[in-house]
T-cell receptor, first 114, second 112 residues
Framework: KAGVTQTPRYLIKTRGQQVTLSCSPISGHRSVSWYQQTPGQGLQFLFEYFSETQRNKGNFPGRFSGRQFSNSRSEMNVSTLELGDSALYLC?????????????FGNGTRLTVT | GESVGLHLPTLSVQEGDNSIINCAYSNSASDYFIWYKQESGKGPQFIIDIRSNMDKRQGQRVTVLLNKTVKHLSLQIAATQPGDSAVYFCAENSNAGNMLTFGGGTRLMVKP
């Protein structure tokens, strides 16, 4: 079974631009979560989607948003990019929830904001 | 590869020795805990998990111990191999959703 797939692998953007990252979960997984990883803050939860609905949201500004499609694929968007948004963005999926199965992560999208 | 932490605590062990990586978690209401391994350029890889109704769980070459009294979690790796070199993260879940709170990570270096 294929793992979590994230595209693109690398992105370079300029301050003020916006960016969209894509995630395809493991087949059959309906829950998709997004995390930001930086050297300073570590791994921080952004949001989680289940059946096209945002189920949980972390403590990030409104510039960070996401959505999930009917096939469980998810996208996250960051608008008005800031230098501090440079990070590894990780997507993770699970069939239903942590009650049943751990999160399985993709290899991330490395975003650099200049 | 990507840097996952510039100032991580580091554990250096000899190949073949056992490794113990410790983690102090923050929320006494947490009821589910996971250990992940992250290699350079990759996302976190699931190693083993444990629920709060257990205090020990074993996998292949790995054991997780949970001490709820002192909010402490440990990962034991038996017969550590060079391929075990990576950053290890503990994570806890304390709500009904799928949000994980991660620890800062420990870098394991295995000397041949």
């Amino acid at each position: 079974k294929a793992g979590v797939t994230q595209t693109p692998r690398y992105l370079i953007k300029t301050r003020g631009q916006q960016v969209t990252l894509s995630c395809s979960p493991i087949s059959g997984h309906r829950s998709v979560s997004w995390y930001q990883q930086t050297p300073g803050q570590g791994l921080q939860f952004l949001f989680e989607y289940f059946s096209e609905t945002q189920r949980n949201k972390g403590n990030f500004p409104g510039r960070f948003s996401g959505r999930q499609f009917s096939n469980s694929r998810s996208e996250m968007n960051v608008s008005t990019l800031e230098l501090g948004d440079s990070a590894l963005y990780l997507c993770a999926s699970t069939p239903l929830g942590l009650d049943n199965s751990p999160l399985h992560f993709g290899n991330g999208t490395r975003l650099t904001v200049t | 590869g990507e840097s996952v932490g510039l100032h991580l605590p580091t554990l250096s062990v000899q190949e073949g020795d056992n490794s113990i990586i410790n983690c102090a978690y923050s929320n006494s209401a947490s009821d589910y805990f996971i250990w992940y391994k992250q290699e350079s350029g990759k996302g976190p890889q699931f190693i083993i998990d444990i629920r709060s109704n257990m205090d020990k769980r074993q996998g292949q070459r790995v054991t997780v111990l949970l001490n709820k009294t002192v909010k402490h979690l440990s990962l034991q790796i038996a017969a550590t191999q060079p391929g075990d070199s990576a950053v290890y993260f503990c994570a806890e879940n304390s709500n009904a959703g799928n949000m994980l709170t991660f620890g800062g990570g420990t870098r394991l270096m295995v000397k041949p």
